[in-house]
């Protein structure tokens, strides 16, 4: 006799089998798309990190892969159409703004109808529960405002790592990997195929785009994978009376999330618009520091598996035990940074007296 469950295991594992295929072999097709319709990034400030012109748009390679996985394996329900429809809005946004470079108003507006889009087809936040009472909130009339807010959000979010050759792909696909263990406990086999279509996607660009990159995602890629990461967790996590609490997605795209927070804050403390680009990402502090890209994207990559590690130890167990690691984790992260800092010191001391003795 078949066993069903195994069945819908196979399902998610062709899932991100076809997915990764599908974007890997896309991929070099949209490098010569790229260059035709001369949708190329040129470096022009302090802020981009590589040197030479390179093609953008390659998050429609990501996109396709995901498409065709989702037609091939989901059942077409009504959230299933509404996220898809969705999903080309993102990226017929993205494709524009790679190409003419939209004002960031624009773009805004285009997340939001986006996110009213699946909004009207059912994927909404209605409940979530407390982590620490274990009670279900009901959001009530709040419940469109905070999917709209929650979705633009995490697709800002997402979009603004990506400022490192692999960087945003990477961190999509192991948040997609560990949002595809969580809803998999919650039996949602057909979110489950679509989370797991979303991190063979991811992955299967990410031969091109890791340092030295050939292509670049755009907008057109990072904006559409926060997208989907924002509409799963909705979908997945956050709908209805589950066993998952409203944290633990917010843990899995933690560092996305924070990175952002902390852009927003630094910009109002300093006067400046929200909108406006930095410098002072994560990924540039730590360029900054002195590590290279490759180190840099470890770093995070590291960062972000442990989130989610986090996630599902409090999911497993509860939230003393995922504390518990998140502070051993700091004081890591803590003791490493003071010991750069203090090498770093002694790295430039000797070339502060050598200028002193040449002054004298």
């Known amino acids: 006799m078949i066993d069903l469950g195994n069945i819908k295991l196979l399902y998610v594992a062709l899932a991100i089998l076809v997915a990764f295929l599908i974007s890997f072999a896309a991929t070099p097709v949209v490098i010569g798309i790229a260059k035709k ?53 993102i990226v017929i946004t993205g494709i524009i703004d790679d190409k003419y470079s939209l004002p ?128 799963i967790s909705v979908q997945g996590l956050m709908k209805t009376y589950t066993v998952i609490s409203f944290a633990l997605p917010i843990l899995v795209l933690g560092l996305p999330i924070f990175d952002t927070l902390f852009a927003i804050v630094r910009r109002v403390v300093t006067g400046r618009s929200i909108m406006s680009p930095d410098r002072g990402h994560l990924h540039h502090r730590l360029l900054d520091m002195g590590f290279s890209q490759r180190q840099t994207v470890a770093i995070l990559y590291t960062l972000t598996a442990i989130l989610c590690l986090t996630a599902l130890v409090i999911f497993l167990k509860d939230a003393l035990r995922g504390a518990v690691l998140v502070v051993a984790v700091v004081v890591i992260i803590i003791v490493s940074f003071a010991v750069l800092d203090s090498k770093i010191e002694k790295a430039k001391k000797p070339e502060e007296t050598s200028e002193e003795i040449k002054e004298s």
């Open 104 to 231: 960031a108003k624009v773009k805004l507006l285009m997340q939001i109808v986006s996110a009213v889009i699946v909004i009207a087809f059912g994927v909404e936040m209605k409940y979530f529960e407390n982590p620490f009472t274990n009670e279900y909130v009901t959001l009530g009339w709040l419940s469109i405002p905070i999917t709209i807010i929650w979705i633009v959000g995490v697709t800002n979010a997402v979009n603004l790592t990506d400022g490192l050759d692999g960087l945003a792909a990477g961190i999509s696909t192991i948040a997609s990997l560990s949002l595809l263990i969580l809803i998999l406990f919650t039996d949602n086999i057909n979110l489950a195929i679509m989370t797991a279509a979303l991190a063979g996607a991811a992955f299967g660009f990410l031969p091109y785009n890791f340092n030295p990159a050939k292509i670049f995602m755009g907008d057109t890629g990072s904006m559409f994978l926060g997208y989907i990461l924002a509409c």
């Open 37 to 89: 319709i001369k949708a190329i990034d040129v470096p022009k400030d302090n802020r981009r990190i590589h040197k030479k012109p390179i093609p953008l748009i390659g998050g429609l390679a990501i996109f396709y892969g995901f498409l065709i996985s989702v037609l091939c394996f989901c059942v077409i329900d009504e959230a299933v159409i509404g996220i898809v429809l969705g999903a080309l809005v």
